[in-house]
């Protein structure tokens, strides 16, 4: 017999929250904040909580509110600068997992109860996951009890992105905007590494962008140089929009296979029922055997800093979590197929003047081993370490760092 849901408020919903459980929900602008809000007000008289979720844009204060006593949070994403701003003394455990990993880590998790967001129904009783598919799909696989928030403001979209109100065990209206997520403003330096990153992506490419400055003027290279038959793969945003509208993506349906959507509501209402863009999870777009059966795949990724053996550090500032691996070691993966390429771009310094290359990583943690790194391009230019000794790939590497640090890393890479 077909199960149907039961309709409640946000706080009659959240009362079967019950001491000891653990309660997932997704990440980024898919948060269901109807439903976290009403958690953190539950969570004030519950102890013993878990709760698992990813980079929130809403902020962390529930970890410091009168409730965080009672909560163990776990994030695949933990970005430290924004929980130091929001709460202090953060208490936040830390998942170490590839983005494919974390699909998988979702999918085979029992949660005691699963909070998402969707779409309303369409006449056939199916909602939309919208801009979220990895996260949401895994969590409304394994939770025990289902609560989705209907939010009208959240767009329909296509490909693997739809649940049956069946499936869902309550439902709370929730109209609300959805977060955006803002681009930072390119300067000089940006657009100067997204001129050299572009000349290295061909026509015809599956392109990965990862998400700021540099994949954003990466993006407008790629529409300067007039680049044509592009797909897109993993995180889509803004300047993926920007390129599929300027005519630089393939003419077949669809253009872009993504997880995650995340940007301006521009982009939210572009999406919307847009063949051009499928929903996949990251067990489809992130595995060795996706990255086979495209063939051509190009990521551009980032980093906080490069060792001059080629280590990488994505993750850690003074020694303390700042950031995640997401699809790091995924993409580098991929970048040793056939036709592919694993790009890491960079600012030769900080804000701060401080060298992004380096002799020593911050701290004890290598996000990515040297065996992977092969083409960095900073401002000062691109060198492939392919075939290079540890001497060479030193030499390479001190040789498009900033002249204000480059003779102190010559001189130790002449010492490898």
Known sequence: MTKTPIWMSAAEALSKVQPGMSIAFP??????????????????????????????LTGYKFLSAPCAANITFKTWFLPGTLLRKTAADVKAEYLPLTWAQTARYLMETPFDVGLIQVSPADDEGYHSFGICCTAVKGIAHSAKLLIAQVNPSMPRTLGDSRIH???????????????EYPNRPLDEIDSEIGRLIADLIPDGSSISLGVGGIP???????????????RFINTFTDPSMALIEAGCATADMPKAETGDIFGSQAL??????????????????????DFVRRKTVVSVNSALEVDLLGQVNAETIGGKQAGSMGGLIDF?????????????????????????????????????????????????????????????????????????????LRAAANSY
Not at 29 to 52: C, F, M, N, Q, Y
Not at 217 to 224: C, E, G, P, R, S
């Open 27 to 56: 990440h980024l602008s898919a948060e269901p904040g109807v439903l976290t809000a009403a958690l953190w007000k539950r969570a004030e008289a519950v102890k013993d909580l878990t709760v698992i979720s990813g980079m929130l």
């Open 332 to 408: 580098a993966v991929g970048g040793q197929v056939e036709g592919g390429q694993f790009i890491l771009g960079l600012r030769s310094q900080t804000n701060q003047g401080k060298p992004r290359i380096v002799t020593k990583l911050d701290g004890d943690i290598v996000s990515l081993s040297r065996t992977f790194v092969e083409t960095v391009v900073t401002e000062y230019g691109v060198v492939n370490l392919r075939g290079l000794t540890v001497r060479e790939r030193a030499l390479a590497l001190a040789s498009i760092a900033h002249p204000d640090d480059r003779d102190a």
């Open 165 to 179: 109100a069946s499936q869902i065990d309550i439902l709370v209206e929730g109209d609300a905007p959805l977060t």
């Open 216 to 230: 954003l003027a990466a993006a407008n290279a790629l529409i300067d140089k007039g680049a044509r038959d592009l």
């Open 268 to 289: 939210y209402d572009w999406v919307a029922n847009n063949p051009a863009v499928a929903l996949s999870d990251a067990l489809t777009t992130h595995r060795p055997e």
